[in-house]
Every structure is written in structure tokens, then in C-alpha cells.
């Protein structure tokens, strides 16, 4: 048995590929959670509650100005160098590469420029301190982002684990020591604007790590004269942007319209439920991270079957976390604090809706990667509706239930209907249904 299992984790089998880089992905996840706690203690503690705040609000906008300065290239990435790679297309990926990294270097320093002149406009409306880390922000626009592109490069490459430590790992860890030698050893006063100067020194030690990483990779193509697709790489870039746009909504109307309609209190116990249902899906995103360069290849090598069943993958982690969360959730809640145990009827409803998510796979993957993004944008765009209009409906007389209640329906109904269509456009099932492929040595 033992000698089996060796045996399947050094093949090159879809499968044995697929569970090291989740098994990998997964432990590196736990690392950057860790990190990532320390890193918000340490600049909590060092800033104080105020610059803490002001430079929270900055990194706010920031994380949404990702999801469309990128343009949907990361995504994008994803779908199209796997292919590329899979047919030795090196014209095509040279001018992918170089033409993507163009969109997004010039959409984030045009927004930059701008942006950054409108604050200093409105400097003494905003107050030094904040408008000092906007204008920051924004003046270091391009430097900021670009390792989001460069993390998606790596993990086409099938170097998932590289990308997170880049974006996860190295870039929280360079961002507290070079605020810790600011303060302690410069002596420097703690801001808002020295974090946030910070930040960029850490997104430029990301950037020349993954820089070196990529360069090895890209010997292959270097020489290859570049052909471009310009057209389609943006059309298919904007569609992923506009269901990113839609999971925005599904992802946070719930708790909006709870802290409208019942109060930022109850707001504040229903997203500390929300956070402890995403346990349960920490095993999809791991899966996730290295099945999205996979399928772009298997779709191009017409090897779709090996990607049956991959749902088993997320449910090794979904089934323990769904477990654990109905018999201890109110326990786990009251980590927040005493109050936040009134979520647990919240959760239970969260923790079923986010278990039927991991129970059918990566439905909205296969098809985006797929080229079938259209499917994932009409059945997400009235999920989104539906969401809406559920959560007016239940909200009022049941609360933070109700909200819960409407997202986990939502939730079920969209998976329900894109594993429909996956089996149908595809051909496969990717559900807990369906046994893995088993799939011979290449």
C-alpha cells in the first residue's frame, strides 16, 4: 500500500499532479494564514488604531482596485499559457505574455496618475496622513500590481506553491520587517504612509523573486518571434472581470443589507459567521490554485476525462471543516467574543451552503478556463439578482438567519445549474458523484 501511494505521488498522472499541488498548496495556505494574523497584529499594534485604520481603509481600496485594474488578465493567464504551453504555441505565448503585461502596467499607471493628482487636490480635505498613503498607493500603482500577474504566470507554469509564497508569504513577511527597521532601528515615527511605503518595498522584493523564478522558465520562448491575439485575450479579460464583478456582490450583499437593515452589530456577528464558513471551502481553493492551469491544458489536449471527479479533492478538507463547525460552531464564534455566538444558526445555514459548493467541484472553473465563460456570466449575473432579492425578502423578518438562508440557496442553486452545464459542455462530472479518472502514466 505504502509502495503504492509512493508510486502515484511521483507519476505524472493528472490525478497524482493534482493532489501534490493541493496537498502543497493547502500547507502553504496555512503558512500565509499565520503570516498573515501576525503581519495585521504587528502593524495594529505598532500603528496604533487610528493609522491602523487609515492605511486598512487605503489597502481596502486597493484589493478592489485589483479585481479591475488586472483586467482579468490573472485569470486570463490561467486559461491561455497552459494552452500554449500544452501545444508549443510560442509565438502566441511570447505575445501573450508581453501583450497583457502591457494592458496592465498601462491601465494601472493611466488610474495611478490620475488618481493620484486627484488627491493631492483634495489633500487638505483628506488630511495629510491618509492623503500621504493614497497618493503612495497610487503613485506605486504598477509596482503593486504586477506581482499579482506574475504570481498567475507561476502558477500556469504549474508552480503553484512558488506563487503563493511570493504573494503570501515573502510580501507580508519583507512588509513587517521593513516596518520593524523603520521604527526600531531608524527610529522612525509609525504612519499610515511608512506602512505603506513598507508595502511597495515588499511588492518589489515579490516582484524580483518571481522575476527570477519566471526567467528559467521563459528560455524555451525567448527566441520565438511574438504573435498576438490582442482582440480576444481582452474580450474573454473583460467577461472575467464582470463575474468578478458579480461574486463581489454574491460574496458581500448579505452583510450589507444585514447591517442596513438590522445594524452594524449584527452585521459584525454575521461576517465573523461568514469567515468560519470559509473553512469549509479552504479545500476548493486549493484545489483550485493548481487545477485552473490544468484544465486550460487537458481542454487543449482534448484530455477532459481526467479531470472526473475532481471535487474529490475539496471534500478531504470541506467534510472535516462542515463537521467540526455543526458540533463546535458556537464555541468557534465565541472566539470573536462572547456576543458572536447568536451567529451559530447563521453559520449552520453558511456551513451547508458552502459544503454543497466543494461538494460539486470546480464547476465555474472548468468553464471559464474552458472558454465557456458566457455560461458562468448569465447563471452568476442572476444568482447576483436572486441573492438581492432573497435577502430583502428574508432579512426583515429573520436577520442574520435570513441573509444566511438566502446566500446558501443562491449558492446551491448557481453550483446546481453550472454542473449542469459542465456536464453538458464538457462532458464530464466533476462532482463527489463521479469516481476520479484513472488515468495511465503519459
Excluded at 184 to 210: E, G, Q, Y
Excluded at 295 to 319: D, F, H, K, P
Aim: overall charge positive.
Amino acid at each position: 500500500m505504502k509502495d503504492k501511494l509512493e508510486q502515484l505521488l511521483r507519476s505524472d498522472r493528472s490525478d497524482a499532479v493534482l493532489l501534490r499541488g493541493a496537498t502543497g498548496t493547502f500547507l502553504i495556505n496555512i503558512v500565509a494564514a499565520v503570516v498573515a494574523l501576525a503581519l495585521q497584529i504587528v502593524l495594529a499594534r505598532m500603528l496604533g488604531a487610528e493609522s491602523f485604520g487609515r492605511y486598512v481603509y487605503v489597502m481596502t481600496v486597493f484589493n478592489f482596485l485589483v479585481l479591475f485594474m488586472t483586467l482579468g488578465q490573472e485569470s486570463t493567464t490561467l486559461r491561455y499559457l497552459p494552452q500554449y504551453l500544452g501545444q508549443k504555441e510560442w509565438g502566441l505565448l511570447r505575445g501573450f505574455l508581453r501583450r497583457s503585461e502591457q494592458i496592465v502596467l498601462a491601465a494601472t499607471a493611466a488610474v495611478g496618475i490620475v488618481a493620484a493628482t486627484g488627491i493631492w487636490i483634495f489633500r487638505d480635505w483628506l488630511g495629510s496622513e491618509l492623503s500621504d498613503t493614497f497618493i503612495l498607493m497610487f503613485g506605486f500603482l504598477p509596482i503593486l500590481i504586477y506581482p499579482q500577474i506574475q504570481s498567475a504566470q507561476l502558477k500556469a507554469m504549474k508552480k503553484p506553491v512558488l506563487a503563493q509564497l511570493q504573494n503570501q508569504v515573502l510580501k507580508p513577511l519583507v512588509l513587517g520587517l521593513t516596518l520593524l527597521v523603520m521604527v526600531v532601528v531608524l527610529h522612525r515615527s509609525p504612519t499610515a504612509p511608512k506602512a505603506m511605503m513598507a508595502h511597495i518595498v515588499a511588492a518589489v522584493a515579490a516582484l524580483v523573486m518571481a522575476a527570477a523564478c519566471l526567467a528559467g522558465m521563459k528560455k524555451s520562448f525567448r527566441s520565438a518571434d511574438p504573435n498576438y491575439r490582442t482582440k480576444e485575450w481582452i474580450q474573454v479579460g473583460l467577461q472575467i472581470v464582470l463575474i468578478a464583478c458579480f461574486n463581489t456582490v454574491l460574496n458581500y450583499c448579505d452583510t450589507l443589507m444585514i447591517g442596513s437593515i438590522k445594524g452594524t452589530t449584527d452585521a459584525g456577528i454575521y461576517s465573523a459567521a461568514v469567515r468560519a464558513a470559509h473553512l469549509i471551502a479552504f479545500g476548493l481553493a486549493a484545489v483550485n490554485v493548481i487545477l485552473a492551469p490544468m484544465i486550460s491544458e487537458l481542454y487543449s489536449l482534448n484530455r477532459m476525462s481526467e479531470l472526473q471527479g475532481t471535487a474529490w479533492g475539496a471534500l478531504l478538507v470541506s467534510l472535516p471543516a462542515l463537521v467540526v463547525l455543526l458540533v463546535f460552531g458556537h464555541w468557534v464564534l465565541t472566539l470573536f467574543g462572547p456576543e458572536f455566538g447568536k451567529g451559530y444558526s447563521a453559520l449552520v445555514w453558511l456551513s451547508l451552503g458552502q459544503f454543497f459548493n466543494a461538494f460539486c467541484g470546480s464547476v465555474g472553473l472548468l468553464l471559464v478556463m474552458t472558454g465557456k465563460q458566457q455560461y458562468v456570466t448569465v447563471t452568476v449575473g442572476a444568482s447576483a439578482l436572486l441573492n438581492i432579492v432573497l435577502n430583502a425578502i428574508l432579512i426583515p423578518p429573520y436577520g442574520m438567519v435570513g441573509g444566511a438562508i438566502a446566500t446558501s440557496v443562491t449558492m446551491m442553486i448557481w453550483n446546481a445549474i453550472l454542473t449542469l452545464t459542465v456536464y453538458r459542455q464538457l462532458g464530464i462530472n466533476p462532482t463527489i458523484f463521479a469516481r476520479p479518472c484513472r488515468i495511465h502514466n503519459r
